[in-house]
């Protein structure tokens, strides 16, 4: 007879023999028949890279090799289905012998459905054959399996060899990006994903990859050995999936039993079906009508329902686009008012015994009935008040049956603490079982373990004293694990290309926790080493999503800064608390107005003439190269010191100048942002030559870079810790390591001598300096901002919003397209795209060219000219479906940044000031700017119209709202106070309400200690008290030293409510508390 695979023997020929000798072993020996099947899956899997000129993955294992290809969208999920089944099956031939016909014979049909795909995708067809006839029985003499056996070997061998010289090969690679390369490729792709979608899996086949997948995830399966006609029954201490088995209405395709339990009933269909309705008939119809003779096995009875837990699938991996189509089906039966789901993989027999004990509605109950208390406790949490209310909303938006819920903290205002609470409440609810708590840096991970560690709860027990932890080392769970903690990296790599019982299964967490969720702004961002196996930000915010959606969980997200994918992922934030509100209510320290150094080179930018000589260091070579007589003027500004050109003397001028004002010998210490890693090494060298001047020990100055050379991720570990608790370093020097989530208060200066275009990077660069640190008494910190980074970030933030603007983000240009009805305004934000893209392509570096022709099959600069050429009706769509590939392009790196120009010119401090309200206003001018400010709002802000006539009548809640108002409008107490004392040359403290009424009524302003001062001698003098009266003013005074404000509602917060609050303190004033305040109040603000 003739071989079904004879269609491949032209083209093809050593697969057609592996899979002709296969076909002959099918009745004869099962074994070696899987075996050449794994083979002849092995040898597909390289062509199709020699074919694609694909680069080899590191790991060269199959199992990485076929994911590699799903990942670049060479293949479709269900051809790496199939080439998966042939790995698996032929590595059980291999290792334990395995031997079945049955299983042989699906194997071959797989193999057959590759070929007929490979054949029509990558060669000239089937010729005709379109049929899968089953082999005759015949035999094969031992000597000629022998002979072709040692043949097809020596091919292999030479096939392997012959494309890893190719790959070695220059022309192999460059025409891998050819033009016409590109174009045929994308054809294949087309043409693969065509015959793709037209297999047609049988049933038996379908069976196969189910239960591959059930393997996985921890069931034992075999739809044709491990049936219920074979006799297989459930097992103590056995995770069985049972085949065919039979209900009073027909035989379900799998009953799943946790030992003597059934919990579960599982319809498969075939690949093409959609399975979303034959969960709620299908399964439903099993199981409501389990035999009478398998009674022992039900647990329970839930209405009609005998068995908790059913699913349907056609095991199609699940795709959000085909989610009817794809997927795990599932429904939870025990209550009426649950809804299907599609899961991204199957339940573990854990995960449903989990399920089972889990009682959410109780559990809800539980925790809305469980006080507070214990988070205000002082010898515990001691939560703030903000804070606890961060965990109310959370928990009220649980009950409220939302599953992603987005938080927005400052940095500084305790969100690991808060996450803390919110753990122990969850736990001891039981309202979660098991909490993954999901970190994007080691760092980060790290100290929150620390955090679980120490922190105080209960009867002084910590969080880990209480609860199993597992911390980042830790790649598995147990059953008793409640906490574990993961960096996204770390998770991709075991959900995404771990193979067997290292995957973790969808039901191993019902919570992840994401601390730090703004991750993924793309603008100045350097990639850690750990990173680099992600090809760029977009590929991490992709791998990063995967993770949070691959689990069956709710998903509680934390940041300060949320960016556009933040919320894209997890909604709009439920509850914020901003950097102003946390400085206005004493959370978090304010910074002075930032030292502006101006520099001469700073000012008039560095310029070569035609002609002139340079020299050029190129990072990657670790080269210095001599370029003479250039060709063209070259110019730069401020901007591009130490990114394009490296100019020693400015930096040497600037931090000559900062260092007057820094010692590391102090307590405060000073965090410096450089551009990147050479940049960084140029600024320890100055640091230490400036101060060795001094006698200061080498070691108060170091490097913390996420690429450190010198040992490593360990090494990097110790240097913060060593920053956050030693003594030295004192002045550290960062690129992207310390921009977030790090926790230092002693932190009392920043440097940026690196200015960014991100608004998300900028805020997390200066949360780095706003925690309190009382035990060096800090109060405010300084910035130092030499190359203009304020004035960079004030214009961004300031953007009109159709103007073309060279600074505009991605997101505000997208929203621009998105949110304007007038095509003349579109069409302005489309060509300020066009033209940001085309200036980043016309020198993108190789490596981001590479990625987005694998990512979209054709050049950048044929995807601008395709995206030119939409109809101006029709961009938004076309844009809104490429977004991934244009935020790409957008956020590429040029090929002129690899080359830095090395500067001799000399420098020196032109200027140095402190401005005012964000710009360069004079002190006087600020002022009266403020004034105009009360002036055109006293009718539209009711604090205003109230400080003017009847101060004493102000509440706290709009003393807030009018501090919170003026600092939108630039202006701070604290600058504004500055600005006073530099005016009129006078060193005096005000509050806002004494100098609103200055401004506005054109009263004295006087100090606040000597009008509060003034204020209790006119008090005391009006009125008798006695002693314990004496008690409560002297409190109270303390209370106006540090609020400057007092109302009725103070009384019930902080200290006087830990005394007794409003009502202890009316009664000791023999209930004239209110009398008695306005009257000082009185005194106080009207002079």
């Keep these: 007879m003739n071989s079904n695979f004879i269609f491949l023997q032209e083209d093809h020929n050593l697969l057609y023999n592996i899979a002709y000798l296969s076909e002959k072993n099918l009745y004869s020996d099962p074994n070696t028949c899987m075996f050449k099947l794994r083979q002849f899956s092995e040898v597909m899997i390289n062509e199709i890279y020699q074919i694609e000129h694909i680069q080899l993955p590191y790991e060269g294992n199959q199992a990485t090799k076929i994911n590699t290809l799903k990942k670049e969208g060479i293949i479709e999920p269900i051809i790496a289905d199939l080439f998966h089944q042939l790995r698996l099956k032929g590595n059980d031939a291999v290792h334990s012998v395995y031997a079945s016909q049955k299983s042989a014979e699906t194997l071959l049909r797989m193999a057959y459905q590759l070929a007929r795909w490979f054949a029509l995708s990558y060669g ?24 072709e056996k040692e043949s097809q070997e020596k091919q292999i061998e030479t096939l392997q060899k012959q494309l890893f010289e190719l790959q070695k090969q220059k022309e192999y690679l460059e025409e891998s990006q050819s033009k016409e390369f590109l174009s045929a490729q994308k054809e294949r792709v087309k043409k693969s994903q065509k015959y793709a979608g037209q297999l047609s899996l049988s049933e038996a086949e379908t069976r196969k990859i189910i239960d591959a997948q059930l393997n996985e995830a921890g069931w034992e399966a075999d739809s044709i050995h491990l049936t219920y006609s074979q006799g297989v029954r459930p097992k103590k201490g056995k995770n069985i999936a049972i085949a065919e088995f039979p209900t009073d209405k027909g035989n379900a395709d799998y009953a799943l039993f946790a030992g003597l339990k059934l919990v579960g009933i599982v319809e498969a269909k075939p690949e093409h079906k959609d399975i979303s309705a034959i969960i709620t008939n299908q399964c439903k119809d099993y199981a409501t009508h389990i035999k009478s003779e398998h009674s022992e096995y039900i647990i329970s009875q839930w209405g009609a329902y005998q068995v908790p837990f059913v699913f349907a699938t056609n095991g199609r991996k699940y795709l959000k686009q085909l989610e009817t189509k794809s997927g795990i089906w599932f429904l939870d039966t025990r209550r009426n008012d ?18 089972l004990e889990k009682d959410i509605e109780k559990a809800n109950q539980k925790l809305a009935e469980t006080p507070y208390n214990l988070l205000r406790d002082k010898d515990g949490l001691n939560l703030r008040e ?6 109310e909303t959370t928990e009220r938006e649980l009950l409220k049956g939302k599953s992603s819920i987005l938080l927005s903290m400052a940095t500084g205002t305790g969100k690991t603490r808060t996450l803390l609470a919110m753990i122990y409440r969850f736990l001891k609810t039981q309202r979660f079982k098991r909490i993954l708590f999901l ?19 209960e ?28 960096t996204v990296q770390a998770m991709v790599k075991r959900i995404l290309y771990n193979e067997g019982e290292n995957v973790p299964s969808v039901s191993d967490y019902d919570l992840i926790i994401i601390d730090e969720a703004h991750r993924g702004y793309t603008l100045d961002k350097e990639m850690a080493d750990d990173e680099l196996e992600f090809r760029n930000q977009d590929d991490f915010i992709s791998k990063y999503r995967s993770v949070i959606d691959y689990f069956d969980a709710v998903k509680i997200a934390v940041t300060a800064t949320p960016a556009l994918h933040t919320t894209e992922i997890f909604g709009k934030p439920v509850f914020e608390y901003s950097y102003r509100e946390a400085v206005l209510d004493g959370f978090l320290v304010d910074y002075n107005l930032p030292h502006q150094i101006i520099t001469q080179l700073r000012k008039e930018g560095i310029h070569y003439q035609k002609g002139d000589t340079i020299q050029i260091f190129d990072p990657e070579k670790n080269e210095i190269t001599d370029f003479s007589e250039i060709e063209d003027e070259l110019d730069f500004d401020i901007e591009q010191f130490n990114k394009k050109i490296i100019v020693e003397d400015f930096n040497r001028v600037v931090l000559n100048e900062i260092t007057q004002d820094l010692d590391p010998e102090g307590q405060g210490k000073t965090l410096i942002f450089a551009v990147d890693d050479q940049h960084a090494d140029l600024i320890v060298k100055i640091l230490k030559e400036i101060y060795a001047e001094q006698g200061i020990d080498n070691d108060a100055i170091k490097k913390i870079t996420a690429n450190d050379s010198m040992g490593g991720k360990k090494r990097v570990l110790e240097a913060i810790k060593q920053f956050k608790n030693e003594k030295y370093p004192n002045i550290a020097v960062t690129v992207d390591l310390l921009t977030t989530g790090i926790d230092v ?20 660069m200066l949360g780095r300096a706003t925690r309190l640190c009382p035990k060096i008494n800090k109060e405010n910190f300084e910035i130092y901002d030499p190359v203009g980074v304020f004035e960079s970030i004030v214009d961004f933030t300031k953007m009109t919003p159709v103007a073309t603007n060279p600074s505009a983000s991605f997101e505000d240009i997208i929203d621009g397209i998105n949110h304007n009805g007038e095509t003349s305004s579109v069409k302005k934000y489309v060509n300020q795209l ?6 980043r392509v016309k020198n993108i570096v190789k490596q981001d060219e590479d990625y987005f022709l694998n990512l979209q099959k054709t050049t950048p600069q044929e995807f601008i000219r395709e995206l030119k050429e939409q109809p101006i009706d029709e961009v938004k769509i076309f844009i809104q479906n490429h977004k991934k590939a244009i935020e790409f392009l957008f956020h590429s790196k040029s090929k002129s940044n690899q080359y830095k120009i090395i500067s001799d010119k000399t420098d020196q401090v032109a200027e140095r000031y402190q401005g005012y309200g964000g710009a360069e206003q004079r002190p006087e001018d600020y002022i009266e700017a403020f004034r105009t400010f009360i002036t055109e709002n006293q009718n539209r802000i009711a604090a205003l119209s109230i400080l003017c006539s009847r101060p004493k009548e102000l509440t706290r809640n709009e ?36 100098i609103v009424r200055t401004l506005a009524l054109g009263s004295a302003l006087v100090d606040y200690s000597v009008r509060l001062e003034n204020a209790f001698k006119k008090l005391k003098n009006h009125r008798q008290f006695t002693k314990i009266e004496e008690k409560w003013l002297d409190r109270i005074e303390k209370h106006l030293v540090k609020e400057q404000f007092i109302d009725h509602e103070s009384f019930n917060t902080g200290a006087f409510k830990n005394e007794g609050g409003y009502e202890k303190i009316n009664k000791a004033f023999k209930n004239q508390l209110d009398e008695i305040v306005d009257e000082l109040k009185e005194y106080l603000f009207v002079v």
């Design 386 to 391: 903000y804070q606890i209310k961060a965990v």
């Design 959 to 994: 003393l807030k709202s009018l501090r919170l108002e003026m600092e939108q409008a630039g202006y701070s107490i604290r600058e504004i106070n500055h600005a006073w004392n530099k005016a009129k040359n006078v060193d005096i403290t005000t509050d806002i309400i004494g």
């Design 459 to 486: 009867d002084l027990q910590t969080l880990a004293n209480i609860y199993n932890i597992k911390g980042l080392e830790d790649k598995t769970i147990e059953r008793e694990t409640k906490i574990h903690l993961s």
């Design 124 to 147: 000239e067809g089937t010729k005709g054959h379109s049929e899968f006839v089953l082999p005759e029985k015949n035999t094969i003499s031992v000597e000629d399996l022998k002979t």
């Design 439 to 457: 970190v994007d840096r080691t760092s980060l991970g790290e100290q929150a373990h620390d955090v679980f560690k120490e922190v105080r709860l």
């Design 338 to 355: 649950n809804i299907p789901k599609a899961l991204q993989s199957w339940k573990s027999p854990q995960g449903l015994l989990e399920d």
């Design 834 to 839: 066009i033209g940001r893209l085309q200036r």
């Design 745 to 764: 208060p002693e932190i009392t200066s920043l440097v940026f001598l690196r200015r960014v275009k991100s608004r998300i990077l900028f805020e997390q």
